[in-house]
């Protein structure tokens, strides 16, 4: 795909190659990124991604349904948080303990496909309890992604009272934060705002996708601030008596709410075929509390 460093053609192949990796869901930034970590000149990358991605709509008429509008080039700022690969647990097959800075963390479970790790001991009772106690006050009917507009809105999928906090907003999300980075191999600055969920009985989340669908319009307002999402972790901050497990349906993996404990799951590109497909069963007796973080693939704002 590299062009030589002194004369640089955009070529048909360069073309095609851009409108299949737009296509196929990565955000302009990314395959600016890729297309200058093999060579090609900043500037000259930039105006083949717009006149390709322009073109293309222009050709189609499928307009953002389909393909994001083409962005500027980022910033030095913005460059600079762009990260390879996704966020990821590195782990050994005699791997049973991992070093979270100020804890030790157990590794329960792994799987492949999806890629999902289940962790004991992320946080103490202590912590769980905190978040509980600061989220509380804080509660409102749980909202979703307004996938057409980019913006939120109710969703009879999701059952729950939530609320977000601020990155960074207490010593005690600060430290979680960190904790969260130094696992996962992830900036802190790439990590939306936690989220804390209560599921009362009967309450769930039916089965989603976290990432954001390149197919639907509000898609690249969405990812100005921060990209696509590349990972998630929920982090279980008590045991209802009876029900409300993570469950990943295509793979057929249910995961316990433990008081504590997390689930972490990555997905490579926004598809399907990640099967990353998940929810929040019912809560049958008793009530649920979890936190939810999101990465994503640059600094979210």
Known sequence: MAGDTMVQIITPELRRWIVEQTVAGFSPESVLDAMVKVGWQQDLAASALEDTLREHLRQTGVGRSVVAAPAAAPTRSQAATVMPGLPEIALSPSLRCLDAGDRQVRVLATLSLPRVVVLGGLLSDEECDALIAAARPRLARSLTVQTQTGGEELNPDRTSDGMFFNRGESDLLRRIEARIARLVNWPVE??????????????????????????????????????????????????????????????????APQRGNAVFFSYDKPSPVTRTLHGGAPVVQGEKWVATKWLREREFF
């Open 190 to 255: 790439n990590g939306e705002g936690m989220q804390v969920l209560n599921y009362p009985v009967g309450a769930q989340y039916k089965p989603h996708y976290d990432y954001f669908d390149p197919a639907e319009p509000g898609t690249p307002t969405i990812l100005q601030r921060g990209g696509q999402r590349l990972a998630t972790l929920v982090m279980y901050l008590n045991e209802p008596a009876k029900g409300g497990g993570t469950i990943f349906p295509d793979v057929g993996l249910e995961v």
